[in-house]
Protein backbone atom coordinates (compact mmCIF):
# COMPACT_ATOMS: atom_id res chain seq x y z
CA UNK A 1 0.00 0.00 0.00
CA UNK A 2 1.56 3.61 -1.26
CA UNK A 3 2.26 5.61 1.53
CA UNK A 4 -0.29 8.62 0.91
CA UNK A 5 0.87 11.23 2.94
CA UNK A 6 4.79 10.54 1.10
CA UNK A 7 2.35 10.77 -2.27
CA UNK A 8 0.81 13.96 -1.08
CA UNK A 9 3.86 15.71 0.09
CA UNK A 10 5.70 15.49 -3.36
CA UNK A 11 2.38 16.42 -5.48
CA UNK A 12 2.57 19.40 -3.57
CA UNK A 13 6.27 19.73 -3.79
CA UNK A 14 5.77 19.15 -8.22
CA UNK A 15 3.02 21.72 -7.90
CA UNK A 16 5.17 24.65 -6.16
CA UNK A 17 8.10 23.89 -8.54
CA UNK A 18 6.03 24.00 -11.52
CA UNK A 19 4.53 27.37 -10.56
CA UNK A 20 7.78 28.85 -9.95
CA UNK A 21 8.90 27.39 -13.03
CA UNK A 22 6.36 29.16 -14.65
CA UNK A 23 7.02 32.62 -13.40
CA UNK A 24 10.89 32.09 -13.87
CA UNK A 25 9.83 31.59 -17.51
CA UNK A 26 7.65 34.50 -18.07
CA UNK A 27 10.05 36.74 -15.51
CA UNK A 28 12.59 35.79 -18.75
CA UNK A 29 10.82 36.34 -21.35
CA UNK A 30 9.98 39.61 -19.80
CA UNK A 31 13.58 40.59 -19.14
CA UNK A 32 15.08 39.44 -22.53
CA UNK A 33 12.09 41.78 -24.53
CA UNK A 34 12.76 44.65 -22.52
CA UNK A 35 16.64 44.47 -23.76
CA UNK A 36 15.52 44.60 -27.18
CA UNK A 37 13.27 47.13 -26.37
CA UNK A 38 16.64 49.39 -25.41
CA UNK A 39 18.00 48.49 -28.66
CA UNK A 40 15.28 49.53 -30.76
CA UNK A 41 12.98 46.70 -31.33
CA UNK A 42 8.91 47.39 -31.10
CA UNK A 43 6.91 45.72 -28.33
CA UNK A 44 3.85 45.19 -30.34
CA UNK A 45 2.13 42.70 -27.36
CA UNK A 46 -0.17 41.43 -30.19
CA UNK A 47 2.39 40.62 -32.69
CA UNK A 48 4.67 38.93 -30.45
CA UNK A 49 1.97 36.82 -29.16
CA UNK A 50 1.74 35.39 -32.71
CA UNK A 51 5.40 34.98 -33.24
CA UNK A 52 5.72 33.12 -29.81
CA UNK A 53 2.11 31.53 -29.83
CA UNK A 54 1.32 32.97 -26.82
CA UNK A 55 -1.90 35.34 -26.00
CA UNK A 56 -0.97 39.25 -26.05
CA UNK A 57 -2.58 39.51 -22.95
CA UNK A 58 0.46 37.07 -21.53
CA UNK A 59 3.59 38.65 -23.13
CA UNK A 60 2.20 42.03 -21.63
CA UNK A 61 2.33 40.51 -18.27
CA UNK A 62 5.26 39.14 -19.04
CA UNK A 63 6.75 42.35 -19.64
CA UNK A 64 4.85 44.07 -17.01
CA UNK A 65 6.37 41.54 -14.42
CA UNK A 66 10.22 42.68 -15.54
CA UNK A 67 9.47 45.77 -15.37
CA UNK A 68 8.30 45.80 -12.23
CA UNK A 69 10.36 42.94 -10.45
CA UNK A 70 13.78 43.60 -12.49
CA UNK A 71 14.96 40.98 -9.88
CA UNK A 72 12.55 38.04 -8.63
CA UNK A 73 13.54 37.74 -5.16
CA UNK A 74 11.93 40.86 -4.56
CA UNK A 75 8.70 39.33 -5.61
CA UNK A 76 6.02 40.35 -2.35
CA UNK A 77 5.36 36.46 -1.66
CA UNK A 78 8.08 35.49 -2.69
CA UNK A 79 8.37 32.06 -4.17
CA UNK A 80 4.87 31.07 -3.36
CA UNK A 81 4.02 33.75 -5.39
CA UNK A 82 1.46 32.75 -8.15
CA UNK A 83 1.08 34.22 -11.85
CA UNK A 84 -2.36 35.23 -10.97
CA UNK A 85 -1.66 37.19 -8.03
CA UNK A 86 0.74 38.69 -9.93
CA UNK A 87 -1.38 39.26 -13.01
CA UNK A 88 -3.73 40.94 -11.23
CA UNK A 89 -1.60 43.31 -9.22
CA UNK A 90 0.06 44.83 -12.14
CA UNK A 91 -1.46 47.19 -15.00
CA UNK A 92 -3.77 45.70 -16.98
CA UNK A 93 -3.98 44.46 -20.41
CA UNK A 94 -5.47 46.88 -22.62
CA UNK A 95 -5.77 46.19 -25.98
CA UNK A 96 -4.56 48.48 -28.74
CA UNK A 97 -6.71 48.97 -31.34
CA UNK A 98 -4.84 48.78 -35.02
CA UNK A 99 -6.49 50.40 -37.85
CA UNK A 100 -4.84 47.60 -40.71
CA UNK A 101 -6.66 45.04 -38.27
CA UNK A 102 -9.56 46.69 -37.74
CA UNK A 103 -10.07 46.58 -41.38
CA UNK A 104 -9.24 43.36 -42.00
CA UNK A 105 -11.85 42.59 -39.16
CA UNK A 106 -14.42 44.38 -41.33
CA UNK A 107 -13.40 43.15 -44.77
CA UNK A 108 -13.90 38.99 -43.70
CA UNK A 109 -17.29 40.38 -41.39
CA UNK A 110 -18.78 41.39 -44.61
CA UNK A 111 -18.40 38.54 -46.94
Same mark, same amino acid.
Given at each position: ?? =?? /? $? !?? +?? #??????????? %?????????????????????? =?? /? $? !?? +?? #??????????? %?????????????????????????????????????????????????
Amino acid at each position: MP =DF /E $E !LR +AE #LTEAIFNHRWE %LLVGYHSIGKQLLKASVRGYKL =DC /E $E !LG +AQ #LGQRAKTVHYC %LELAKAYPRLESLPDGKCASWYKICKSLPPYEKVKNEKRGKANSQTETR
